[in-house]
């Protein structure tokens, strides 16, 4: 497929549509056709991250929906990736450097970041994480307690402003709808890996309250790489009466150290591919953070002729990171506050025929960060100040949103959102050049059609457009690090998608979406220097795609899936001072991406399960004069689940790496000095053993 075009793939796409509708047809001959809202409940699957709960297959867009089951058997929990590289679209870096936080990238969106998650909107059990300028950390998630995650691939911007990739919304358990639960937790693994953790909570009459906390210890693979980390998320609800419900959701999270290995270079990996890189041990670079979060959320469906949605939250983050380096000011401070709220109601509107509802809200949000940077001696000892700053930046968006029922088999989706985004700088410090303020005006829109084929086939097309404001640090790099560019523009997309969803095949699920994504004045790195990324607009890029998944159950204890995506993800328009990059491919990304799980689950409890992942060649940097090969990993887990002496047990044990092969976890793009390189794990093994009442 290396040469493959878009026009190609879209006929393979239809082709094979075609036959699954012939398929289907043959299978279902003596069914007798009925319309899709008499499904049974109990097999509607509903998703709620398009900010309008719908069936899945009446969403006019790419998304997908992780159970329980998949987050949480026999996990190590270490990072996100391990349970949703599942879904097609999705790509993930960065495992296993918890000073840097894992990069996610949708579509393309989110690879170019260095400092966690961009492009991507991150929400965890309702409440944003993505602050008002764009960026969004995962060290504050609580994935022992996850009880599901959506994920909508797609245009974004007209649900919830400052994105451009997709939704990923997270939720953790809260006790609503279960049994008292109590269980303890401990799983140990290679390189020093250790997690205690503690689980308890349920249904109590009117009240809900669930408590998850743990205790992670880790040496690394690299040197220079050991974290520790503690987490408690606390969730307590009340039913205030029939369809009104309070709740409130409490996490707090501890990282005293997340050291950070550097990035090697190819001569650097020759010698030894577990060092640390620049001066990582020399000045003990590191990351140290502790922050909370409270929230409270409303829902109420009896008071008004519709549904009203509230919800506020406060969280609190401080912040210390000393990068590997003496040559530049590398020891950076913030104390930040982000807080906000929103409303969101939801009804019917009869006037626009049956079945017809519209949403509208608005989102209010507010991120305060008191920054300090300082030089730091060859010795690690803290020097002279270079920064002494107040960046705050303001968030306020207003939407709505129509689906309409234009008959039992089709339906649109119309939405509309403006933001008004603020970001402001107060230079304290020397000259004050620092100093600087930017508004962002944006509209986004989306429409989407939905064609329900038959009872169990959809088939949706959909358009719109999403924008990516510059982040605090991409507006002080692009200036050098010291001043306040106000040439720095926003990045804008526009989104163009077909898809098809196909539950109508004896055992089998599939899915796909064809997609090609405009954008203009895209923010990438276009160099590093100084301990800097300096960024800039990069003129116009194009990005085409294909995303397949597949589930096929052998039998009630055998099943398969697998999740392929095809990126051709290009420059258009785009050169440097120097260099001209029209026709690259955008840098840190495959071409192909595919994954694979086969599990087995036996009625006395025992299950084995084996996973694969294959990567296809990255470049390293815009030029792509260096080209990263690419990287297939199998990994396998087993285990039983099972009672004795009045309690549950689960006794796990897994080997990631089964086949010890060498790859990176993680591609700095653009590094200076070509040290683009962090080595990942060989084959490791971790154990797990669980106890509940």
Same mark, same amino acid.
């Given at each position: 497929m290396r040469n493959s075009s878009p026009a190609v793939l879209l006929l393979t796409f239809v082709v094979a549509c075609s036959i699954s509708t012939a398929l289907a047809q043959t299978a279902a001959d003596e069914l007798e056709p009925a319309a899709f809202e008499t499904a049974e409940e109990e097999d509607r699957i509903l998703v709620t991250a398009a900010r309008l709960d719908r069936d899945l297959l009446l969403s006019p867009t790419a998304v997908s929906l992780v159970d329980e089951e998949a987050l949480q058997t026999a996990r190590q929990a270490l990072q996100l990736d391990e349970s949703l590289n599942r879904v097609p679209g999705l790509f993930f870096q960065n495992r296993y450097n918890f000073a840097q936080n894992l990069r996610v990238s949708v579509r393309g969106f989110g690879a170019r970041s260095p400092f966690g998650i961009r492009g991507v909107r991150l929400l965890v059990d309702g409440f944003p994480q993505t602050l008002p300028d764009g960026q969004a950390q995962v060290d504050g998630i609580d994935l022992e307690s996850l009880a599901s995650a959506e994920v909508l691939r797609g245009p974004s911007s007209a649900l919830y402003g400052n994105a451009s990739g997709g939704v990923l919304s997270l939720r953790t358990q809260d006790g609503r709808g279960l049994g008292p639960e109590a269980q303890a937790r401990a799983t140990w693994g290679s390189f020093g890996f250790q997690r205690l953790g503690v689980r308890a909570g349920g249904q109590f009459d009117e009240w809900n309250a669930y408590v998850s906390a743990w205790d992670l210890r880790y040496d690394g693979y690299r040197d220079q790489s050991r974290t520790e980390t503690r987490l408690l998320n606390a969730h307590l609800g009340r039913e205030l009466g029939a369809g009104r419900h309070l709740g409130l959701v409490l996490t707090v999270a501890d990282q005293p150290i997340g050291q950070d290995p550097a990035a090697l270079n190819r001569d650097q990996l020759a010698v030894d591919r577990?060092?640390? =890189? =620049? @001066?990582?041990? +020399?000045?003990? %670079?590191? @990351? *140290?953070?502790? +922050?909370?979060? /409270? =929230?409270?959320? !409303? *829902?109420?469906?009896?008071? /008004?002729?519709?549904? #009203?949605?509230? !919800?506020?939250?406060? %969280?609190?983050?401080? $912040?210390? +990171? @000393?990068?590997?380096?003496?040559? &530049?000011? %590398?020891?950076?401070? &913030?104390?930040?506050? $982000?807080f906000g709220g929103g409303l969101q109601y939801t009804d019917l509107l009869d006037v626009a025929g049956p079945d017809t509802r519209y949403t509208v809200g608005v989102d209010l949000a507010r991120q305060r960060d008191d920054r300090r940077r300082f030089r730091v001696t060859p010795t690690a000892e803290r020097a002279a100040q270079t920064q002494d700053e107040l960046q705050r930046a303001d968030n306020g968006g207003v939407f709505a949103q129509l689906d309409l029922g234009l008959s039992e088999q089709w339906r649109a989706v119309l939405g509309l959102r403006y933001d008004r985004i603020t970001l402001d700088i107060d230079d304290f410090f020397g000259e004050r050049l620092g100093s600087g303020r930017r508004n962002f005006d944006e509209f986004s829109w989306t429409t989407g059609l939905n064609y329900m084929i038959r009872p169990g086939r959809q088939f949706y097309l959909n358009a719109g457009t999403a924008f990516e404001t510059p982040t605090f640090t991409e507006i002080k790099d692009a200036a050098g690090g010291v001043g306040f560019s106000l040439d720095l523009e926003p990045?804008?997309?526009?989104? #163009? *998608?077909f898809g098809l969803r196909d539950e109508t095949l004896a055992n089998l699920d599939l899915s796909a979406a064809l997609f090609r994504v405009h954008t203009r004045d895209e923010i990438i790195i276009v160099a590093a220097q100084d301990g800097l990324n300096i960024f800039d607009n990069a003129g116009r890029t194009r990005r085409d795609g294909l995303e397949l998944g597949a589930e096929y159950r052998f039998s009630e204890r055998m099943s398969f899936s697998a999740a392929y995506t095809w990126s051709r993800f290009r420059f258009t328009e785009f050169r440097d001072a120097t260099s001209l990059f029209d026709g690259n491919r955008l840098p840190g990304l495959p071409e192909h991406a595919l994954f694979a799980e086969l599990a087995w689950r036996a009625d006395s409890g025992w299950f084995a399960i084996a996973d694969t992942l294959l990567v296809s060649a990255v470049y390293a940097d815009n030029a792509n004069t260096e080209r990263v090969a690419g990287y297939g990993l199998i990994n396998a887990r087993a285990g039983r689940a099972f009672s004795s002496a009045g309690l549950s047990w689960e006794a796990f044990g897994a080997l990631n790496n089964l086949t010890d092969r060498e790859y990176f976890s993680n591609i700095r793009v653009n590094a200076a000095n070509g040290a683009f390189f962090e080595a990942a794990p060989e084959r490791n093994v971790f154990f797990g053993l669980r106890v509940g009442l």
């Open positions: 577990r060092a640390a =890189g =620049g @001066q990582a041990v +020399q000045v003990n %670079s590191r @990351q *140290e953070v502790s +922050q909370f979060r /409270l =929230g409270f959320r !409303y *829902e109420d469906t009896t008071s /008004l002729p519709g549904e #009203l949605k509230a !919800y506020a939250f406060v %969280s609190q983050r401080d $912040f210390k +990171q @000393q990068l590997p380096s003496t040559f &530049f000011p %590398s020891l950076i401070e &913030f104390d930040r506050d $982000f990045q804008r997309a526009r989104n #163009l *998608e």
